[in-house]
């Protein structure tokens, strides 16, 4: 009972308390004050959850290693990745300048030598999953497949130079067209409709975990 | 099976292959296309040039470090756009990998070739945890938020933020973000503060991004590399943005040829089974 | 009207609303979820008392009470199907193909041997569509622990760790099988984005899960996910409220969950009345706002003064 009513409580008067104060003027007595003491608390408590992560993520590691689970030396790899990264950069700078996160640390040399190429080549990869999609996917079975196949041709040379150029020898203004009724006509009505029915969705959900109706996320209900 | 089939079935490996050749050729064959300026894109760079001289002006890091490629000449030619005007710029970052460290490089670089001080023309606010948090707070004041910058420096120690005490003395906001924290500055700042609003985003968030430029809530919008090029385009300072435009033009080709091939074999095999049935 | 007309009438409502505020409390006529909205309310008035008195800066933010009319009619339409619902009014919802999918691919998984991948999106526990991933974690967790099929659940941040963890384990005790739940059923991978991806891209391509279900926040690294599981053979049950990343699950997933349909799927999945009429009242407030577009195109296009009007009620709050 305790472990259901106590969050349900906490649920609904933050909740509460956050939407009465969208209506209030921010220097309101009380309430006013609880809307921005509440938004500091996220920002604390946020900082706590970090620490959550590295340790479970070190606890799984060490686990595995111990237990010489398949795959344990990348294991070893993760927890030497995260100690060397995490150690340097919580010690003073005034230490060493090899400390910190600034520039010159070894954290910072870390960051833009490994991981941040690391980060862009996965994103790059995406370039090649998209052709492979594209090529699986744009087939004209149906109708609609036809449309989508017909106007994401149109958008892929609308995007790029050269395809605009080419557009360009065709009747009529075609790129402005496609600016025109493809992106702000039919694109942007869709994009609204989503976002009005996820918004709606989003709002109706907050509505019932506020009241409590909603309990799933605790595993209850 | 014959030739269409085979091509229809054909493993993706090929696909990723014919892609890989594709981007290395504009680096042996640089092409050059010339590139039109999008509406959006031009209504940005008007936005921004018609700001009075002095404003001050967020810049916003608010992209990882993997879209570097498509964000990073929009911050380097926005950075050198609001410095040509003699805007004072205050940097900050929703993101903690690495916005901070990509703020401070760049805007270092930069304002060394406008010959700007740190602390006068410019000021990195650096990151703190809880974006909603934090464009609610900077509402009311950016010191409660950020009581240093991203050297611990007190922000009463530096005097551009003398000046500053929440969006009310922002002129505008040029955002470049490549994930919800461009919604959440539209719903939260432009629509609490009324804080004029720029946003210039990856590709692939652009066609969201078309319903707040109609729905006047951002003044323009930057799309991907090409919303990047338009901008170094109209600033006459062509960078990687305009390079790389060659290898997105090569890279769509290849794709719309693929596609069209897939549908003919799709047909020519469809066809083939329809007679063989009857 | 003035701002100062208004408040007397505010003034006069609200003394209207304290003579009868020991009645509503103790009737049995309105609902607990009534009666708080009220507490909330006397609250606000109480503690903003001396503002009504004020002709300058009021505590009540005017530039926003078409927002808050908003919030009632939108309240108001929930709470009253959701009575309804609790009174057994039968509610029409459509079918929708990912949820009636969902027990199927999970007996697919079952059948051959091969784990459940359910990733509840990559963002932080305060977003609306991670709560969403989570409810439906428990539905599916309910549904694996039936099967005795393995779950593998990758998360991204330290919090959605711990209530992917709760949800998984209170699901499993549910259905009876309380022995067979693991801690690292639910487990966290990495805080970066593309570190995540590469993780559990490596798994699906060393386990092959023969059901992969993507629910909540999801951004580049959607098609990252979904075409590595094509390549591997999963069948692929995605859905996401980001509509930039719609196309890219739509193309690569068997079925694909959008919008609203994400949000809907708690509801939908557990079949509860309570919970189908919050579906109805957002679905009432849909119907409302088409309302007002065709209201709003018929008098901006055909008239101009009323058409202006009618615009500046819905100027952003």
Sequence with gaps: MVRTAIPVIVAFITGAAMTVAFFLNEKTPFVGQISEQLLDWLIIIGGFTLLLGVVSILRVSWQSVQRRREGWVYKIATIVSVLVMAIPSLLPVSWSPLFGRFEGSIYDWLFMNLQSPMMATMFATLAFYIASAAYRAFRARTPEATLLLITATLVMFWRVPIGEALLNHLPGDVPALVNKYVMNGVNLAVQRGIIIGAALGASAMSLRIILGIERTYMGRG | MNFWERFEKMDRRWVYLMVGITVFIPFLIPMKFPISVSPEARAFFNAVDSLPDSSTVMLVFDYYPSTIA??????????????????????LSNIPYGGPSMAESITRRIAKEYGKEYGKDFVNLGYKYGYVSVLKGMGVSIESIFPTDNHGTPLSQLPLMNSVKNYEQIKFIFEVADNATADYWVSIVNAGYSVPMGIGCTAVMAPKCYAYVGAKQIVGLLGGMKGAAEYEILLNKPGTAFRGMDIQSLVHFLIIGLVLLGNIGFFITKKGKKKASS | MKSLDVLQVMVQFESKIWRRVPLILTSKTFSAAHKCWLAVFLLVTLFSQPAYCQDEATTFRFDRINALITVIIFSGAVLLFTRWARQGKPLFLRKIPGLEAVEEAVGRATEMGRPVLYIPGIEELDQMETIAGISILGRVAQITAQYETPLMVPVRYPLVLAAGQEVVEQAYIHAGKAEAYDKDMVRYVAGEQFAFTATVNGYMMRERPATNIYMGAFFAESLLLAETGNAAGSIQIAGTGRPEQLPF??????????????????????????????????DFMKILIIILILTGIILVTFTTGAGETFKSWFQAV
């Design chain 3, 249 to 282: 699950f739509v193309a690569a997933c068997d079925y694909t969950l959008m919008g609203e349909e994400l949000f809907a799927a708690s509801a939908y999945l557990s079949h509860e009345p309570i919970m189908m009429g919050g579906l109805k009242g957002q």
């Design chain 2, 70 to 91: 498509e964000c990073e000449p929009m911050t380097i030619a926005g950075a050198r756009h609001l410095f040509s005007k003699n805007c004072k710029i205050i940097t």
